[in-house]
């Protein structure tokens, strides 16, 4: 019989186990999030003698080609690497034009603004260009121990670059130093102002994506609902904005788990009923089943 320790994740379908063949269905997850196809088997790779000798006795090949995951990390899914860049640098112009708007920048703190902005799209497409050359043409068996351990490696160190590629948490951001830096002490105040705002929004987002499913989960009523999303906006998570929004599936919900996991359980089982309380415990082992898992993916950051 395998042995393992059984999990939630956000498939939202199954319970995956840690241990034994249970790495598979953690993969498949994370292809999905990435937007890629699933594991790719004989019709995708030269299938060698001892990708044979396991299909003879009865262990399915579970191959990932890294070309392709990285191709949607990075690229999302286009192959062009001169069009991601450019997003990428879009992106970051989009982020001084913003300041510009409610700072009201000077032509010299607008130009430093954007020299910083293309110094880190260049940092940090080299660091792509690391993971691109390191994993190049690599397939990965999930059947493997020592492929396992280098699917490990790959999705820590893509990760972490994807992460600094999409969104906030990038602490060598020299676009942020230079924004702190050259603003005076008013501008500096509103946009610290206008961040703090657009947080709020931002996790306002999330929580209210996420209570839609807890009210189709246990039934909430109009006052338990304001006074749940009351708790979870006293406590908002730091997220990575370009990570959550960017996934082609719906992770708010679960991040919103997450969050209810955090909270004071006293509190939240006096605002529901005994009927609802049980449903309300399988949300937050859900949340705190995904903890890991989304620190992980550097979807939220603490």
Same mark, same amino acid.
């Given at each position: 019989?395998?042995?393992?320790?059984?999990?939630?994740?956000?498939?939202?379908?199954?319970?995956?186990?840690?241990?034994?063949?249970?790495?598979?269905?953690?993969?498949?997850?994370?292809?999905?999030?990435?937007?890629?196809?699933?594991?790719?088997?004989?019709?995708?790779?030269?299938?060698?003698?001892?990708?044979?000798?396991?299909?003879?006795?009865?262990?399915?090949?579970?191959?990932?080609?890294?070309?392709?995951?990285?191709?949607?990390?990075?690229?999302?899914?286009?192959?062009?690497?001169?069009?991601?860049?450019?997003?990428?640098?879009?992106? +970051?112009? *989009?982020?001084?034009?913003?300041? $510009?708007?409610?700072? @009201?920048?000077?032509?010299? %703190?607008? /130009?430093?603004?954007?020299?910083?902005?293309?110094?880190?799209?260049?940092?940090?497409?080299?660091?792509?260009?690391?993971?691109?050359?390191?994993?190049?043409?690599?397939?990965?068996?999930?059947?493997?121990?020592?492929?396992?351990?280098?699917?490990?490696?790959?999705?820590?160190?893509?990760?972490?670059?994807?992460?600094?590629?999409?969104?906030?948490?990038?602490?060598?951001?020299?676009?942020?130093?230079?924004?702190?830096?050259?603003?005076?002490?008013?501008?500096?105040?509103?946009?610290?102002?206008?961040?703090?705002?657009?947080?709020?929004?931002?996790?306002?987002?999330?929580?209210?994506?996420?209570?839609?499913?807890?009210?189709?989960? +246990?039934? *909430?009523?109009?006052?338990?609902? $304001?006074?749940?999303? @009351?708790?979870?906006?006293? %406590?908002? /998570?730091?997220?990575?904005?370009?990570?959550?929004?960017?996934?082609?599936?719906?992770?708010?919900?679960?991040?919103?788990?997450?969050?209810?996991?955090?909270?004071?359980?006293?509190?939240?089982?006096?605002?529901?009923?005994?009927?609802?309380?049980?449903?309300?415990?399988?949300?937050?082992?859900?949340?705190?089943?995904?903890?890991?898992?989304?620190?992980?993916?550097?979807?939220?950051?603490?």
């Amino acid at each position: 019989m395998m042995q393992g320790t059984a999990s939630i994740k956000p498939s939202g379908l199954a319970v995956y186990w840690r241990g034994g063949a249970g790495i598979t269905r953690l993969v498949m997850l994370s292809l999905f999030l990435c937007g890629c196809p699933p594991l790719h088997g004989e019709d995708d790779t030269v299938v060698d003698a001892t990708t044979r000798q396991k299909v003879g006795q009865g262990m399915q090949p579970q191959q990932i080609a890294l070309d392709q995951q990285m191709n949607s990390m990075f690229f999302q899914g286009m192959g062009n690497p001169k069009l991601a860049r450019q997003k990428f640098i879009d992106r +970051l112009l *989009l982020q001084v034009s913003a300041v $510009d708007d409610v700072c @009201g920048l000077t032509d010299q %703190q607008r /130009l430093k603004c954007e020299t910083a902005a293309r110094l880190d799209v260049a940092r940090i497409m080299d660091d792509v260009d690391v993971v691109l050359r390191r994993y190049a043409g690599r397939t990965i068996d999930l059947n493997s121990p020592a492929d396992q351990a280098e699917w490990n490696r790959f999705h820590r160190d893509a990760t972490a670059v994807q992460a600094k590629q999409n969104g906030e948490g990038d602490a060598t951001s020299l676009l942020e130093r230079v924004i702190t830096g050259v603003l005076d002490d008013t501008q500096r105040s509103v946009w610290e102002r206008e961040s703090e705002l657009r947080r709020q929004y931002q996790w306002q987002s999330v929580v209210e994506t996420g209570l839609t499913q807890l009210d189709l989960a +246990l039934g *909430l009523t109009a006052e338990q609902h $304001d006074a749940i999303m @009351g708790m979870l906006m006293e %406590q908002p /998570l730091r997220m990575n904005g370009g990570m959550v929004w960017g996934q082609q599936s719906h992770i708010e919900p679960y991040i919103c788990k997450y969050a209810l996991s955090r909270l004071d359980r006293s509190r939240l089982d006096a605002l529901v009923s005994k009927r609802q309380r049980k449903m309300l415990g399988d949300c937050i082992r859900e949340g705190q089943a995904t903890a890991d898992w989304l620190k992980q993916r550097k979807l939220i950051l603490e």
